[in-house]
C-alpha cells in the first residue's frame, strides 16, 4: 500500500512538473514576443533579455527531463522555480501588453460619426415624418461622413428624396445662412454644430435658434473619410519631423466619437531629435488664409477648416507654410487636465488674475496673479482665457505654448512606474493620433538623449524651443459665404516668409543661415528673437471696397478714384442709396464696374407703371369724349344751336415719364 501511494504521488507530481513546464515555456514565448514588439528601443539589451530567457528554457527542459527518467524524490524545489518563472515571464509580458495597447489605442483606427438634420426652431417639423415638401442641405464632398456619407443613408432610409428636393452645398456656412434666410428647409451638419457656429456674428444663439430632428452615429474607420489619419509608414521620430497639435472643445472624458478641432487652439511644431532643437508657432484662430478643402481654395478664417475634418485643416496649414505636416495629435480639455495633474502640476509665472469656467462648463475657476504651481483645472484657465487678455487671441497662445514647454520639462521629473502609468492611461483616452505605435515607441531614443542632457546639464530647458510669431494686421472683410463682414487676422507675408524659413532650417530643408557677429548691452537685458514678430518695414492687408452710401455721386466718384475702381451710376442727383458689391468685399475679387444707385433714381418698373397709367388714362378720357358725342347726337334736333367740340388728344396734359438714363465713368478714360 505504501509503494503503491508513493508510486500515485509521483505520477502527481510529474503530471504538475510538466504542467508548469508548459506553462512556464508559454509565458516565456508571451514575453519574448512582448519584448520583440518593442522595436528600436534598447536593441542589445532587449535580444540580450530573449536570449537569457530562451536559455533558461531549455535548462528547465532539461531538469525536467532528467526528474521524470531518473524520478528524483526531490522535485518541491524544481516546482518552485517552475511557478516564479512563470510568474516572471507572465509579469514582464503583461506589462508590455498593456502600455502597448494604450500606446496601439492613442491612433484610434475607428470613430463614431454623428450627423444631425437641422431646421429652424419655428418650424412646423418636429420628427422625421413631418419632413416633406422641404429643400434639405447637404454636403457634395463624398468622403465627409457627417456631412454626406451618413445623411445619404438617412436621405434613402426615410426616402426623402421621394417628397423633398437635395440640394448640395460646397460647405456649411453658405447652408446655414439660406437656413435662416428661409431659402433652404432643413441641413445635415455634424453633431458639433454649435460649437463651430456659435462664435460667428449673428448666430450666438444657434442652439435655441434651430432644433434637431433626427441625428445617426456611424462607427466608420478613419481611414476611409480621410488620406492623413495614417502617418508615414517609413517616417521615423529619430528623424526631424513636423507635428500639429490640435486642442478639441469637448468635455467627453475619452475619445471615442469624432472631435472636431474648434481651431483655437492650433500649434505647428517642428522638432530636430539630432540637434534637439524645436519650433513652435501658434496659428491664430482668425488667420485669413486659402482654404485648401474648399473649390477654388478661398480665403478664410482657418478655424473654418476645423469643421470639415483633419484632411482639410492639416492641408490647409501644409500649403500655407510650405511643410509637410508628418504627424498630429489632438487632445481634449478633460486630457489637458488629467496630464497636468498626473505630472504633478506645472509651474507658471502668471501675470494677472485669470477666470474661466472649469473643464465640465459648470463653475468658474480662478488664478491669481505670481509664479506658482498650477493644477489641472488651473492650467486649463491659463490656456483657455483670453476676453482678460489685453492681446487676446495673441496671449491665449502664448499661454498655450507655455503650458506645453512646462509640461516637456516636467516629464524629466517622472521617476515612479506608476505615475507614468497615470500619465499614459490619461493620454490614451483624451489625445487622438496619427502616429503608429512603432513610431512612438521610437520617441524612446529621443527622451533617453534628453535625459542625458538634463543630467549634464543644469537648464530647465531640455529642448531648444524657438518661438515663432506670425504677424499680421485685422481687418474687416466680407465673407462671401457667411455674407456679412467678419473680423480677420491678415497675416504679413514677410513674417510669414521667416517663419518658413525658419523651419525648414530646423528640418534640415534648407541651409541654416549662422549670423556671424551681434551686440549687446550688459545693461540691457537680453530677450530671444521670436522670429516673425519683425519689425517689418510694411504691413500686409488687402483693398477693401468703401461703403458708398450716403454719399453724393461727386463723393463717390472721388472715393473711387482713390481705391482705382470702376463705376457707374443709376440717376441723377441725391445720394447714393445702394451699391452693387457689399462694402468690405476686396476689391481684387470684383469683376466689371460697381454700380452705385442715388436717391433720386427710377426704377424700370416704376417707369413702366407710369406709363400703363398714363395710357389708361388717355383712353378713359378717349371713351368719355365718345360719350359726350353720343348723347349730343340724341339731342342735336332739340339744341340745333348748340356746338359741342370734342376736346383735342393733344390738348390733354401728360405726367414727364421720361427716364433718366444711368450714366457711366471709368477713372482713366473719358465720362
Not at 403 to 424: E, Y
Amino acid at each position: 500500500m505504501g509503494k503503491a501511494k508513493e508510486k500515485k504521488n509521483g505520477k502527481f507530481l510529474s503530471f504538475i512538473m510538466i504542467l508548469l513546464l508548459l506553462i512556464a515555456l508559454v509565458s516565456s514565448a508571451f514575453a519574448i514576443y512582448e519584448i520583440l514588439l518593442l522595436s528600436s528601443i534598447e536593441n542589445t539589451l532587449r535580444y540580450i533579455i530573449i536570449g537569457v530567457l530562451g536559455l533558461i528554457d531549455f535548462i528547465c527542459i532539461l531538469k525536467a527531463n532528467g526528474h521524470l527518467k531518473r524520478k528524483k524524490k526531490k522535485k518541491g524545489l524544481f516546482l518552485f522555480v517552475l511557478f516564479f518563472y512563470s510568474l516572471i515571464c507572465l509579469g514582464v509580458g503583461s506589462a508590455i501588453f498593456i502600455i502597448y495597447g494604450q500606446l496601439d489605442s492613442l491612433n484610434k483606427e475607428t470613430v463614431i460619426y454623428t450627423s444631425d438634420l437641422l431646421v429652424m426652431s419655428s418650424n412646423e417639423a418636429n420628427d422625421i415624418g413631418d419632413i416633406k415638401e422641404m429643400k434639405i442641405g447637404t454636403l457634395s464632398d463624398k468622403k465627409s461622413a457627417e456631412g454626406y456619407i451618413i445623411p445619404r443613408e438617412i436621405i434613402q432610409e426615410n426616402k426623402l428624396e421621394d417628397d423633398n428636393e437635395i440640394q448640395e452645398y460646397d460647405d456649411y456656412t453658405s447652408m446655414l445662412v439660406d437656413l435662416y434666410a428661409n431659402e433652404l428647409d432643413a441641413m445635415f451638419v455634424s453633431d458639433h454644430y454649435v460649437s463651430m457656429f456659435s462664435g460667428i456674428t449673428g448666430y450666438e444663439n444657434i442652439a435655441t435658434d434651430t432644433k434637431v430632428i433626427i441625428k445617426k452615429d456611424k462607427k466608420m474607420k478613419k481611414s476611409s473619410t480621410s488620406s492623413v489619419e495614417t502617418a508615414s509608414s517609413g517616417k521615423s521620430v529619430t528623424e526631424p519631423f513636423t507635428m500639429l497639435l490640435m486642442g478639441i472643445d469637448s468635455t467627453d472624458e475619452v475619445l471615442t466619437k469624432n472631435a472636431i478641432a474648434n481651431g483655437d487652439t492650433l500649434i505647428l511644431i517642428t522638432f530636430n531629435p539630432k540637434t534637439l532643437n524645436a519650433t513652435m508657432l501658434s496659428i491664430p484662430r482668425d488667420s485669413y488664409v486659402p482654404i485648401a478643402c474648399w473649390s477654388g481654395k478661398p480665403e478664410n478664417k482657418i478655424t473654418h477648416a476645423a469643421a470639415y475634418g483633419n484632411d482639410c485643416m492639416i492641408h490647409t496649414i501644409e500649403d500655407y507654410f510650405d511643410v509637410d505636416i508628418d504627424y498630429y495629435a489632438k487632445i481634449n480639455f478633460k486630457g489637458l487636465v488629467k496630464l497636468v495633474d498626473a505630472v504633478g502640476g506645472v509651474e507658471v509665472d502668471v501675470e494677472k488674475t485669470l477666470c474661466t469656467d472649469n473643464s465640465n462648463r459648470e463653475g468658474e475657476v480662478c488664478i491669481h496673479e505670481g509664479h506658482q504651481l498650477l493644477n489641472g483645472e488651473e492650467a486649463l484657465v491659463y490656456a483657455r482665457n483670453r476676453k482678460q487678455l489685453a492681446n487676446g487671441d495673441f496671449g491665449r497662445a502664448q499661454h498655450q505654448q507655455i503650458i506645453v514647454k512646462a509640461l516637456i520639462n516636467k516629464m524629466k521629473t517622472i521617476t515612479d512606474v506608476t505615475k507614468f502609468m497615470d500619465i499614459l492611461n490619461t493620454v490614451s483616452n483624451s489625445m487622438d493620433t496619427n502616429l503608429t505605435t512603432k513610431q512612438i515607441l521610437s520617441f524612446y531614443n529621443v527622451g533617453k538623449d534628453i535625459i542625458k542632457k538634463s543630467l549634464s546639464s543644469d537648464d530647465a530647458d531640455l529642448v531648444n524651443i524657438q518661438q515663432l510669431f506670425l504677424q499680421g494686421e485685422g481687418q474687416m472683410i466680407y465673407d462671401e459665404r457667411a455674407r456679412m463682414v467678419l473680423w480677420d487676422y491678415v497675416p504679413n507675408k514677410y513674417s510669414r516668409k521667416d517663419i518658413i524659413q525658419a523651419m525648414k532650417e530646423n528640418l534640415e530643408l534648407e541651409e541654416h543661415t549662422i549670423i556671424k557677429e551681434f551686440t549687446f548691452s550688459i545693461n540691457d537685458p537680453y530677450e530671444k528673437e521670436v522670429i516673425g514678430s519683425g519689425p517689418y518695414k510694411s504691413g500686409y492687408g488687402y483693398t477693401l471696397l468703401p461703403d458708398f452710401t450716403g454719399d453724393t455721386e461727386a463723393q463717390a466718384r472721388s472715393a473711387a478714384a482713390k481705391y482705382g475702381i470702376t463705376v457707374s451710376f443709376v440717376g441723377k442727383g441725391g445720394t447714393v442709396i445702394s451699391q452693387s458689391y457689399p462694402a468690405g468685399k476686396r476689391i481684387d475679387l470684383i469683376k466689371g464696374s460697381v454700380v452705385l444707385t442715388l436717391s433720386n433714381s427710377k426704377s424700370e418698373d416704376d417707369e413702366k407703371e407710369k406709363t400703363k397709367e398714363k395710357k389708361d388714362s388717355k383712353e378713359n378720357k378717349d371713351t368719355k369724349v365718345i360719350i359726350e358725342e353720343d348723347e349730343d347726337d340724341i339731342k342735336e334736333d332739340e339744341k340745333k344751336d348748340d356746338v359741342i367740340t370734342p376736346p383735342s388728344p393733344g390738348d390733354d396734359h401728360e405726367d414727364d415719364t421720361s427716364q433718366e438714363e444711368g450714366t457711366g465713368s471709368t477713372f482713366g478714360g473719358n465720362e
